[in-house]
């Protein structure tokens, strides 16, 4: 009887044998901060049929890292039927995907949560604003509270992320939510805006390490171009923390005066506690990587079935399995430009995404003029909007193999919503600049890690671009915790022009990189170039 037609991963015109790289080592994956850094460019899986084919070929030049694997992974392949593939397939997600994005919700939730705690009435009880009844207030107090989070928040990530691998995801994750999930909640109790901050710097210690250890193992189970889509539903599930944290804050401050506590004590005592129970339960569901025997786990796949996702993983990109760090090559390519062209666009994007969510509340009562209950409320339409941005542009991106033509479409949305926040006098059209920076500034999220991804090979410089994107990305994230500032009020503009110049320098790095990927195909195509190295046809996205 013939064999099942295989989910076909191999490069094509011409036949090769899998590879296997280097890729997903612990220490290379100091930050991996953002997923596609693992991925290169160009290939496309048929949906709904039975095979994929990646228009890509790997690199069999002497320099290369790949090694080449048995003929076992292909005959893995054949094993299981296209509909058995993507039963697996859906499986893996529904174990994988709903998990970790539940904990990452609860991720954004703790470390965004400060503006909703803010107004509701901790800025006046902890001295963070100067008034009649706080006349010794520190105006500064709450920028200063939001930025020494990222001080550890990005200095603990590359070891963080080494210890994923070396303890294991299901350990370190679930570990790691827990102990943040404390934090939040001591942080009901403090006395002093400096009390705040100094739990703030830990919680950004306990952070560090999710969100790159979440990216490394969804990884490590899925080929490249299955990955733009899932990387969005990852990032939506997130973004649930961001939309409804507020409806949420608004019920927990229903709480003032309970116990003696103040109801911006409540939003976070509560939520601490929903962190640490998302963390057990995150710990009973979450599951290993492929090569470390996953199939141990409760109600998962079973032997052939993960043996089968390291085939064609393999087959894909030949990096189901990892080899020893090597310093040198880490460190290599840092003379190339476009990494930090990626990791500017990365700063930028992340600027405008940690402004909007340390600060659009207390946009919406102090700019806009909206009661403290409906700005809560006010917070979740804009969000949920960004998300359906999201999951469309992310289907085009991956449907058509590109990403530079959405990301600039994206970053000029943000800017016309930036420009609608700040100089229209009527309510109703800044709100909808609100919804059009939302959803420009977080769809771009996993379009700029996709596209970083799709453009970059090789074990060490992947890796080595993963770690530039958390340090920018960081970067960002200080930047975006101090644009509006408290003297700004109440319209903001300095913060919004800070805004609308990162959007601009976004769209003139992605146009730059875009014009440089053109004509290196070009010239690859005329036989003259050997792009990233290779001359076994790998092409740029664009």
């Known amino acids: 009887m013939a064999p099942w037609p295989q989910l076909d991963c191999r490069p094509r015109p011409k036949p090769r044998r899998a590879l296997t790289a280097t890729a997903c080592d612990v220490a290379s994956l100091t930050a991996v901060h ?27 030049s002497p320099n290369s890292d790949l090694k080449t694997t048995s003929s076992d992974d292909n005959e893995m392949q054949t094993e299981f ?9 859906r499986r893996i997600d529904k ?23 803010s107004i509701a009435g901790m800025r006046q009880e902890l001295g963070m604003i100067k008034s009649a009844a706080t006349p010794n207030g520190n105006p500064m107090a709450y920028s200063i509270v939001t930025l020494v989070f990222f001080t550890t928040y990005v200095f603990f990530q590359p070891p963080a992320t080494v210890l994923t691998k070396k303890i294991g995801p299901r350990n370190f994750l679930a570990t790691i939510c827990f102990l943040w999930g404390c934090t939040m909640i001591a942080m009901g109790f403090v006395k002093t805006w400096q009390q705040l901050a100094a739990l703030r710097v830990i ?15 969804l990884s490590t189970w899925y080929c490249r171009y299955e990955m733009g889509r899932r990387n969005a539903f990852f990032y939506l599930i997130g973004m649930l923390a961001s939309a409804f944290s507020g409806i949420l804050a608004f019920g927990l401050m229903q709480m003032d005066g309970l116990g003696g506590y103040q109801g911006w004590s409540w939003i976070f005592i509560i939520e601490g506690i929903i962190t640490v129970i998302i963390a057990i339960v995150g710990y009973i569901f979450l599951v290993p990587f492929p090569d470390d025997n996953p199939e141990k786990c409760w109600g998962f796949l079973n032997e052939r079935e993960v043996a089968f996702v390291i085939a064609r993983v393999n087959a894909d990109r030949g990096d189901a399995q990892a080899e020893p760090f090597n310093l040198v090559k880490f460190l290599k390519p840092a003379a190339d430009l476009k990494i930090w062209g990626f ?11 940690y402004a909007l969510a340390f600060f659009l509340p207390i946009i919406l009562v102090v700019g806009m003029g909206f009661e403290v209950g409906a700005a ?7 969000y949920a909007f960004a998300a359906i941005v999201m999951l469309i542009t992310a289907t085009i991106a991956d449907k058509y193999k590109i990403r530079g033509p959405l990301i600039i479409f994206n970053a000029t949305c943000a800017i016309i919503g930036l420009a609608l926040m700040g100089w229209v006098e009527t309510v109703g059209v800044r709100y909808f600049g609100v919804f059009l920076v939302c959803s420009g500034a977080n769809a771009n999220i996993p379009q700029v890690m996709s596209y970083q991804g799709n453009n970059i090979r090789g074990q060490w410089k992947r890796a080595f671009c993963s770690a530039t994107l958390v340090g920018f990305g960081g970067i960002g994230g200080i930047a975006g915790s101090l644009v509006f500032r408290t003297q700004d009020a109440p319209g ?3 913060g919004l022009w800070a805004c609308i110049v990162a959007s601009l320098l976004m769209i003139t790095t992605c146009c730059c990189l875009n014009t440089y990927f053109y004509f290196a195909n070009k010239k690859q ?18």
Request: proline share 4%; hydrophobic share 40%.
């Open 34 to 60: 953002f997923t596609m850094g693992l991925f290169s460019s160009n290939s496309a899986e048929k949906v709904g049929g039975t095979t994929a084919h990646v228009e890509q070929h790997r690199d069999h």
């Open 81 to 89: 039927s296209p509909a058995e593939q993507k039963k697996i397939l």
């Open 95 to 117: 174990r994988l995907i709903i998990t970790v994005g539940a904990m990452y919700m609860v991720s954004l939730m703790d470390r965004t949560n400060l503006s909703n705690a």
């Open 203 to 217: 919680l950004g210690i306990f952070e560090a390490g999710f969100f790159p250890g979440c990216v490394y193992l």
């Open 343 to 353: 990791a500017i666009m990365f700063a930028c994007n992340t600027t405008q995404s």
């Open 376 to 382: 809560q409320c006010l917070v979740a339409p804009p």
């Open 492 to 494: 903001y503009i300095p």
């Open 525 to 542: 195509a005329r036989g003259g170039f050997a792009i990233e190295g290779a001359d076994d046809g790998f092409r740029y996205t664009y």
